[in-house]
């Protein structure tokens, strides 16, 4: 929540104090965590919301390599759509040189939840195929 009021200058810190200019009605605090989520997400890049799509369906870790080769999308796309969620504190790098993880499980849950029935599927068969040219596959995940 707090990073959601400091993202949207809602707060800002000053030495040891979170200082606000506007009365706490008027804060906009989303009713929900899932809220909060959905807010964050709504911030990043098009591009950083489609890899984080196909990285929950994977499960709370993931594999970079495996994510941009489901993606499509040319690797340095991939890797600063990354550097965008990383920046924003939805994933974090893992002691897994490569692989990443969800920083809450509600911000995977969310993603996942928000794909519609048949880009799952076709993301599951996508993801299928690059784990078989794999040698060493990850697991994929609940979603």
Same mark, same amino acid.
């Given at each position: 929540?707090?990073?959601?009021?400091?993202?949207?200058?809602?707060?800002?810190?000053?030495?040891?104090?979170?200082?606000?200019?506007?009365?706490?009605?008027k804060?906009?605090?989303?009713?929900?965590?899932?809220?909060?989520?959905d807010?964050?997400?709504?911030? &990043?890049?098009?591009? %950083?919301?489609?890899?984080?799509?196909?990285?929950?369906?994977?499960?709370r870790?993931?594999?970079? %390599?495996?994510v941009?080769?489901?993606?499509?999308?040319p690797?340095?796309?991939?890797?600063d759509? &990354?550097?965008?969620?990383?920046?924003?504190?939805?994933?974090?790098?893992?002691?897994?040189?490569?692989?990443?993880?969800?920083?809450h499980?509600?911000v995977?849950?969310?993603?996942?939840?928000?794909?519609?029935?048949?880009?799952r599927v076709?993301?599951?068969?996508?993801?299928?195929?690059?784990?078989?040219?794999?040698?060493?596959?990850? &697991?994929?995940?609940?979603?």
């Amino acid at each position: 929540m707090l990073r959601h009021l400091v993202e949207t200058g809602a707060l800002r810190r000053e030495g040891e104090r979170w200082i606000s200019d506007r009365e706490v009605a008027k804060l906009g605090v989303p009713e929900s965590v899932r809220d909060v989520v959905d807010r964050r997400l709504s911030r &990043l890049p098009e591009t %950083a919301n489609d890899v984080l799509g196909i990285a929950s369906v994977l499960g709370r870790d993931f594999d970079v %390599a495996l994510v941009a080769s489901v993606g499509g999308a040319p690797e340095g796309v991939i890797l600063d759509a &990354l550097d965008e969620v990383l920046h924003a504190r939805l994933v974090r790098e893992t002691q897994t040189p490569g692989h990443l993880s969800f920083s809450h499980a509600l911000v995977r849950q969310t993603l996942c939840e928000e794909i519609g029935t048949l880009r799952r599927v076709k993301l599951h068969w996508q993801i299928g195929e690059a784990i078989e040219v794999d040698v060493s596959p990850p &697991l994929v995940g609940d979603c």
